[in-house]
């Protein structure tokens, strides 16, 4: 099993610039978190999706943040425009519901000029 | 609003010695993780508590979860180098066990030989 797999894994921007990061969660799993960590405000969750559909998305910071799952194997967390706050590490999770732990994937480093 | 707290979060200690880190939520909640990370990587499941008086053990690591108290510990048994890491508990929002979870801070544990 390869895991939690998180595309790019650093990425350097500059601000005004779209950023798209992606993920591939574990096969199988049905639920898929999108979290961010940063020194000031530790690990957030972003947005969330069973199955597909977006549950709770009232931790996305601005309507700059958004995200899709448009299938069971696939996921975008997209920032447009993007500003140098934004810099962080962004990691995706995935579980099977109700069963286990969420698996995190290796994340994406984020740096915003 | 769910509040996880961690304490300490900065502990050093010696090779040998025996630790305990706190981990109080303000919800009520029967499901519980704890995750571990180094430097630079991602998080890595260590235990997931799923009821009160769950007691889990892996080498020199021991959780336990009184949901009475909103209360659960990481202890540390004869610690050793390569335990030096980050420490993390976080509780479900709703204790389903599909939705998004709130982090503690994190615990800095650096063990010196």
């Known amino acids: 099993d390869a895991g939690v797999i998180q595309s790019p894994r650093h990425e350097v921007t500059e601000m005004g610039q779209e950023v798209t990061l992606r993920c591939k969660p574990i096969?199988?799993?049905?639920?898929l978190f999108w979290y961010r960590q940063t020194m000031m405000r530790g690990l957030e969750l972003l947005i969330y999706?069973?199955?597909?559909?977006?549950?709770?998305d009232s931790g996305m910071p601005e309507d700059r943040f958004s995200a899709k799952m448009p299938n069971a194997s696939f996921s975008t967390l997209k920032i447009q425009p993007s500003e140098p706050r934004d810099s962080a590490v962004y990691f995706c999770?995935?579980?099977?519901?109700?069963?286990?732990?969420?698996?995190f994937g290796p994340g994406t480093r984020l740096l915003v000029l | 609003e769910l509040k996880v707290e961690q304490n300490p979060l900065f502990l050093s200690m010696q090779e040998g010695k025996n630790y305990t880190i706190y981990c109080n939520y303000s919800?009520?909640?029967?499901?519980l993780y704890w995750y571990r990370q180094d430097p630079g990587k991602s998080l890595e499941s260590l235990f997931v508590?799923?009821?009160?008086?769950a007691v889990k053990q892996e080498g020199r690591l021991m959780a336990s979860l009184d949901t009475k108290a909103r209360l659960s510990t990481l202890h540390i048994t004869a610690a050793v180098h390569d335990l030096s890491a980050t420490y993390f508990c976080?509780?479900?929002?709703?204790?389903?066990?599909?939705?998004?979870?709130?982090f503690g801070k994190g615990t800095h544990l650096i063990i010196q030989p």
């Open positions: 976080a509780v479900d929002m709703t204790g389903g066990g599909a939705d998004g979870l709130t």
């Open positions: 508590l799923l009821s009160n008086g």
């Open positions: 096969s199988g799993h049905n639920s």
């Open positions: 919800t009520t909640s029967d499901r």
């Open positions: 999770a995935s579980s099977d519901r109700g069963l286990e732990t969420q698996y």
């Open positions: 999706f069973n199955n597909n559909v977006p549950i709770d």
